[in-house]
């Protein structure tokens, strides 16, 4: 979902994840305005990379996409939670 790819970039996501049967407990770190600051060309650039790159197909994300979602989660403070996440992208 590109939304939640970019909600992760520009918040950070942080607790337990399971990803295909495994449970992951960390910490990624903010991009976005609370974190490193990354303007939108960056993240649409990283996103880009990450779908079509280690056998992904996905299109690209846009940099409207981008400002979009950073306009819809401005007041949002702190990562993410794997829940939190889901509950609004639930997965496919």
Sequence with gaps: DE??????????????????????????????????DWSDRDIHAITTYVRQSWGNGAPPISEETVAAVRAEIADKSGAWSAPELLEMHPME
């Design 3 to 36: 939304a939640r790819l970019v909600k992760i970039l520009l918040r950070g996501l942080q607790g337990p994840v399971e990803v295909m049967g495994n449970t992951y407990n960390g910490a990624m770190p903010s991009y976005g305005e609370n974190g490193l």
